[in-house]
């Protein structure tokens, strides 16, 4: 089915508010970079990042859980303006229904991305799960929408153009780029 006619994933999208984010494999490529030192890196995308910047723009927020930390992902997260960071979380249903209190959300007003069967506990209680391309099968079978592109490869930034377009922000958000002197969001 064409995502377009689909009127209840189009619902789902239309009233998310918060976007949650995993972050190995679905902010990144999956790939850890340790080196003789011990210090850890890791490959972002950029248009990732100036999708989340545009999503946060247009009064969406957006929230990282992942199950490692990583002053990688602080660094990010900090350039990135987001503010809702969870680090060495085990249990991400804990902190779901933590940030939902917080943020006064009800379940459909999130969604959230993962790629692991460790973030599908979430994706079933969330009103938009998605599953990044390259995420493990069990993933992509509960996810509402499976992206076209891979994690850390422009799969965040295919959501955040989706939320936008469903919820109508698009066409502002290509006319701003297209008058002079406007000033592009930081990646």
């Not at 009127?7 to 003789?36: F, H, S």
């Not at 957006?62 to 350039?79: F, P, Q």
């Not at 069990?138 to 295919?158: L, M, P, Q």
Request: aromatic share 6%; glycine share 10%.
């Amino acid at each position: 089915m064409d995502l377009w006619t689909d009127k209840a994933l189009l619902l789902r999208i239309k009233t998310v508010r918060l976007l949650m984010l995993d972050v190995d494999g679905v902010l990144t490529d999956g790939k850890i970079i340790i080196n003789d030192q011990g210090l850890e890196s890791k490959h972002f995308d950029v248009r990732d990042g100036h999708g989340l910047k545009l999503l946060m723009r247009y009064g969406v927020g957006v929230a990282l859980i992942t199950g490692r930390r990583s002053s990688v992902v602080e660094h990010r997260a900090k350039d990135l303006g987001i503010e809702e960071v969870y680090q060495g979380i085990w249990n991400k249903v804990e902190t779901f229904e933590e940030i939902l209190q917080k943020m006064n959300l009800h379940p459909e007003q999130t969604a959230f991305v993962g790629d692991d069967i460790v973030d599908i506990p979430v994706m079933r209680r969330v009103g938009f799960a998605v599953a990044v391309r390259d995420a493990d099968e069990d993933t992509k079978k509960i996810a509402h929408y499976v992206t076209k592109g891979r994690g850390g490869r422009g799969a965040v930034r295919e959501v955040c153009e989706l939320i936008l377009k469903v919820q109508d922000h698009w066409q502002d958000v290509a006319r701003k780029y297209q008058m002079d002197g406007f000033m592009p969001a930081e990646r």
